[in-house]
């Protein structure tokens, strides 16, 4: 079956514009996080939907980020007024929080932030 | 804090070596491991999903868990250059999949 799939795979923008980032999980997952990995770090959580629940906006590192998903499926991570500190690979991943494997992810490829 | 740690790393083992990766998670309530692989340039991969206590095996790899400890490990034996990556071990931790810092495993040819 279809994976996790993300675009665009690559994104070039200028400081000071504002950048959207698409997700589309497994379908039928019911959870679904973002992540940000800069260059040679970990994975750094940023944001999670489960369901119809509010989301768990804990991890994002400031009001610049937001993301929003709808009909509980595709998801949209964006980026006001980017930064040069924002360029990293931004990583998608959904779970079917079902049964004893219920908290295992599944990535997509990553979106790839440039900022100029 | 409720975390997950991971041996630091970077870990170099000779071509047919056991590489050993070892983590500690701080949630008693955690029920569920897993093992990711990220190769560079790469996502994280599922390789091992462990529950029990005890070792699992599949293939060249062993995860070993004991709950009482609090540890989870990763055994690679017969290690490949292929097996060269960042390990990640990852625990549920308040309802969400919480991922360890990784350790870099390069294994010399």
């Known amino acids: 079956g279809a994976g996790v799939s993300q675009s665009p795979s690559n994104k070039v923008t200028e400081k000071g514009k504002d950048v959207e980032l698409r997700c589309d999980p497994i379908?039928?997952?019911?959870?679904l996080y973002w992540y940000r990995q800069s260059l040679g770090q970990g994975l750094e959580f940023l944001i999670y939907?489960?369901?119809?629940?509010?989301?768990?906006k804990s991890g994002l590192p400031s009001d610049r980020f937001s993301a929003e998903r709808t009909g509980g499926s595709v998801s949209t991570l964006t980026i006001q007024r980017t930064q040069q500190e924002d360029s990293a690979v931004y990583l998608c991943?959904?779970?079917?929080?079902?049964?004893?494997?219920?908290?295992?992810?599944?990535f997509g490829p990553g979106t790839r932030l440039t900022v100029t | 804090q409720k975390e997950v740690e991971q041996n630091s790393g970077p870990l170099s083992v000779p071509e047919g070596a056991i590489a050993s990766l070892n983590c500690t998670y701080s949630d008693r309530g955690s029920q569920s491991f897993f093992w990711y692989r990220q190769y560079s340039g790469k996502s994280p991969e599922l390789i091992m999903f462990i529950y029990s206590n005890g070792d699992k095996e599949d293939g060249r790899f062993t995860a070993q868990l004991n709950k009482a400890s609090q540890y989870v490990s990763l055994l690679i034996r017969d290690s490949q250059p292929s097996d060269s990556a960042t390990y990640l071990c990852a625990a549920p931790i308040d309802y969400k999949l919480s991922f360890g810092a990784g350790t870099t495993v390069t294994v010399r040819a």
């Open positions: 939907f489960q369901g119809n629940s509010a989301p768990d």
């Open positions: 991943a959904s779970s079917s929080r079902q049964g004893k494997r219920s908290y295992e992810q599944y």
């Open positions: 379908s039928g997952h019911t959870a």
